[in-house]
């Protein structure tokens, strides 16, 4: 079956950076979109980034452009998030997902996403 793992996620200072990684298996990682979300406290779950499965196409939230850079690598099955300028508002739960069809369209509502990881908590203090 379908597993993605989070890590990485940890308290931080503002301004700090944090790289994420999520471990994907149990199915074809190479051939599908990874996006991540992430869920502030008492917030909704909300779209950060994805990537197409070749890694040539990314897409990002306005309010983490220019910061945060989402990358794979195939031959290890894992997505990774590297969040630059962390700030107070980047505190939450960040999920990686995965669809449920192979494609490359950059989804970005969580409603175009099957499978999800147990989330890893990034918390930025002042």
């Known amino acids: 079956q379908v597993q993605l793992v989070e890590s990485g996620g940890r308290l931080v200072q503002a301004g700090d950076s944090l790289r994420l990684s999520c471990a994907a298996s149990?199915?074809?990682?190479?051939?599908?979109?990874m996006g991540w979300f992430c869920q502030a406290p008492g917030k909704e779950r909300e779209f950060v980034a994805a990537?197409?499965?070749?890694?040539?196409?990314?897409a990002y939230a306005d309010s983490v452009k220019g910061r945060f850079t989402v990358s794979r690598n195939n031959a290890k099955n894992t997505v990774y998030l590297q969040m630059n300028s962390l700030k107070l508002e980047d505190t939450g739960v960040y999920y990686c997902?995965?669809?449920?069809?192979?494609?490359?369209?950059?989804?970005?509502?969580?409603?175009?996403?099957?499978?999800w990881g147990q989330g890893t908590h990034v918390s930025v203090s002042s």
């Open positions: 149990g199915y074809t990682f190479s051939i599908y979109v």
């Open positions: 990537i197409s499965a070749s890694a040539g196409s990314t």
């Open positions: 997902a995965a669809p449920y069809y192979s494609g490359n369209f950059l989804n970005r509502s969580q409603r175009d996403y099957t499978y």
